[in-house]
Every structure is written in C-alpha cells, then in structure tokens.
C-alpha cells in the first residue's frame, strides 16, 4: 500500500474521533445543565418520614433506615415518631405544611399515613401486602427468591435440590418466582404447602426423611409455622444428615443453619427514598422485594459441611457466627 493509501486510513480513523471530542465540548454546557436540574429538583422534593415509637433494639432499626433517607434526601425530609396519641398533631403539621410524599416505615406507619387521608401519594416499607392498594411505591421487608437462589448457589455450587414449606396465601407469588429461576439453573424445587404449624410439622418431619445429603431446606420468613422445638427438630436432623439450612433470619444461622440472608438498613432507606422521589416525580411504582442485604452464615455449620468458599464469597459474609 502506498504513502497517499496510508494518509487516507489515518484521516478515516482519527476524524471520527476529533468529531466526537468537539461533540462533548459543545454539548458538555447542556449536559451539565441537564444534570445540575435533575440535583435540584431531588433536592426540592419535600418528604415527611414517619416511624412508629419503639424500644431498643428495634429503635436502632429505624435510625439505620433513617439515615438511608437522609444521604438522599439529606435537607428536605421530616422526620415524624409516631404513637397513638400523636396522630392528630401530625396530620395538623402535614396539613400546614404538607410534604410532596409520606414516607412510613412499617406497616403501622402506612395505616396512620392512609388514616390521614391527604392528598400525598405514600411510599411504604412494610412486611406484607395489606396495604399495596393504598400506597404509590416502597418496599416490601422480604428478600426475593432470586436473592435467596443467589447467595445459596455462591456458597455451594453444585447444589441439585431444594425443599421448602410455605402457606400458598401468604407465599404463592416468591414459590412462584423461585420454581422459575430454580428450573432456569437445574435445581428441582419440591414444594410443600401448609397452612398451619400442625401441618408444616408433619410436612417438615416428611421432608426430613427423604432429603438427600448435601440437598436444601428452605426457611421462609415465619408466620406461626416455626416453634423453637420444631426449629430444633429441624437442624439437629439437617446437622446429622448434612442438609443444608437457609432462611432470612440470622438467629437460625446462629443456632446451626449454614447460612441467612436479611436487610441491610441503611441500604433499604436509601433505596424506599429513591423510589420516593421517583414517586414524588409522578412515577407510580410496584411494590419491590427486598434486594439490598446483607449475609450471615454458620461458620462450623459450613466446616461441618465440608465447604470451601472462594475468596470472593467470604469477602460478601456481613456476620460469621459461630453456632451450634
């Protein structure tokens, strides 16, 4: 190829990218300007929190989730504690200076923001969906199926099966997601429905006789189906056997399961104040599994087991607890 083929190539090549740069140059003033405007404008939106009156521990909950809203919303948010007594001095405090969004931390903060009937659309973080109909956006205080499939994977790879006992009223839409994202990575998920500790009993006592070694057993959030004596049962069969426990609660971690997954709250106020401002913005959201955790697990559960995690898993471990 000769000189003059050669200039032709590096004219192609570079003046492309000399375009681009004048591009950003003129551009980067508008960009800047779209940006500063869309600070501003999180920064205007007004915010009421409400959270109910508690007793240690359970206030310390609600100061982690408080200081999540507060690194988004760090000048505009107003904070409300809440008890029986004082609803009628926040709805005359919201009614002179109403918010542009309520946000209510638990499912009692979401009935006194509903009771007040305002204009303001609620963003809620809440246990259950008692209240979705009522609220504009938030987050609902349970990890998603795909949460639990993740963390459990991470720490053993080669798992084939998982068993779990759940109440189709309450857990129907998570068994649902979990069998669709179980069948997509191989794993057989056999589920058990129940819908009363009796019957959760008879059907854990089943599983346990029939789960093979090295398969799992999956603890959903409790609703009256776990007692300690059961939960006893239950890890000393799995501790015996070589199952493997998870669950959301990291109070089972500590008694002998291998591992749970539960909020990270500073995270989780972060994340309810950006959908906030989302909604604030007119944007209706669904309400959102919990995504944002953090992870226990069982360290002699996990020697007990025989299982090596790579370094890259025990760096995400918030809690080594040693158990049993």
Known sequence: MGASGVKKMSRI???????????????????????????????????AV????????????????LAGIQTV???TSR?????????????????AHPPEVIIALGNKSVAAAVSLNGEQPVVGLVANRDYEASMAGGILLRPSAEVYLESLLAIYKDLSQVFVVYNPTVDQGLLDEAQVLAAEKGIILTAREAYSIREAAAEYR?????APAYSAIWLLPDHGFLDSALLSTILDVAWERKLIVFSSNPLFVKHGALFAVYPDNRAVGMMVARIAVEVAMGERQPLQPLRDVRLAVNERTLNHLGLRMSADVRSRIDLMLPGR
């Not at 504690?81 to 009628?88: F, P, T």
């Open 206 to 210: 089943q599983l346990l006789l029939t």
């Open 73 to 75: 919303l760090p000048e």
């Open 79 to 95: 904070d409300y504690v809440i008890n029986g007594s004082k609803l009628d001095t926040l709805s005359q405090d919201l009614t």
């Open 50 to 65: 409400i959270y109910p009156q508690v007793r240690e521990p359970f206030a310390a909950l609600y100061r982690d989730y």
């Open 13 to 47: 090549s570079v003046e492309p990218a000399w375009c681009f740069m004048l591009w950003l140059l003129l551009c980067a003033p508008v960009l800047a300007n779209m940006l500063n405007s869309a600070e501003e404008s999180v920064n205007d939106i007004e915010a």
